[in-house]
């Protein structure tokens, strides 16, 4: 099933062997090869080395640590609703004078907002709050109630291009399975919907049912 994803991208960390501390998860759904090709060079450009603003001091000390990273070549950005900062760091990045376009912006999704229209409108707050229309990634903070729910919303904020990547952070095994199985459905419905052969393969029965 995961081949026809079209490509993932995971960082893993542990504390110890059985506690996975962070997964992502980063799906880009269903595109032609020359988008393939232009996305997959704007994220090694802008995204590989990312500035997190967790716990930084808000008011002249967060601006002057954002405005010194900018100085210095940082054009990607990790920030979250539950970081508080979202509404300073999209002040500084528009005050930089960067083109939007250079910058590439991840915000988190919290626990308290999971859920199909909870996750829609958290999105919406985070950007107005960021002053963006779109962001370049958007992650699952932790695998909180309803988090499949939120994903789901998460995948058609990216098919309205609202999102450029979505993925999953603090994610256990189990957790990232099953988003993993239901991208892999909705990947096989684009595909029969526009007319491609698709042939997956599963020993598992449950798996040749679904």
């Known amino acids: 099933m995961l081949k026809n994803i079209s490509w993932i991208k995971s960082t893993c960390c542990f504390r110890n062997a059985n506690e996975p501390c962070r997964i992502i998860f980063?799906?880009?759904?269903?595109?032609?090869?020359?988008?393939?090709?232009?996305?997959?060079?704007?994220?090694?450009?802008n995204s590989l080395l990312g500035f997190g603003v967790y716990k930084i001091k808000k008011g002249e000390e967060f601006e002057r640590v954002i405005r010194e990273a900018i100085r210095v070549g940082y054009r990607h950005f990790d920030t979250a609703k539950i970081y508080g900062n979202e509404e300073a760091l999209g002040r500084?990045?528009?005050?930089?004078?960067?083109?939007?376009?250079?910058?590439?912006?991840?915000?988190k999704v919290w626990t308290t907002d999971l859920g199909y229209e909870a996750t829609k409108k958290a999105f919406e707050q985070s950007c107005k709050k960021l002053n963006v229309t779109y962001l370049d990634m958007y992650l699952i903070h932790f695998a909180g109630p309803r988090y499949l729910e939120?994903?789901?919303?998460?995948?058609?904020?990216?098919?309205?291009?609202?999102?450029?990547?979505?993925?999953?952070?603090?994610?256990?095994?189990?957790?990232?399975k099953n988003v993993i199985k239901?991208?892999?459905?909705?990947?096989?419905r684009w595909h029969l919907q526009r007319g491609i052969v698709v042939i997956p393969k599963s020993s598992n029965p449950q798996r040749i049912l679904r």
């Open 26 to 45: 980063l799906l880009n759904q269903g595109e032609n090869a020359n988008e393939q090709s232009n996305r997959s060079g704007e994220w090694r450009q």
């Open 92 to 107: 500084e990045i528009q005050k930089s004078g960067v083109p939007r376009e250079q910058i590439f912006i991840t915000s």
């Open 150 to 176: 939120a994903w789901k919303a998460m995948e058609e904020l990216y098919s309205e291009g609202k999102i450029k990547v979505i993925g999953v952070a603090n994610f256990e095994i189990q957790h990232l």
């Open 182 to 188: 239901s991208a892999a459905h909705i990947i096989l």
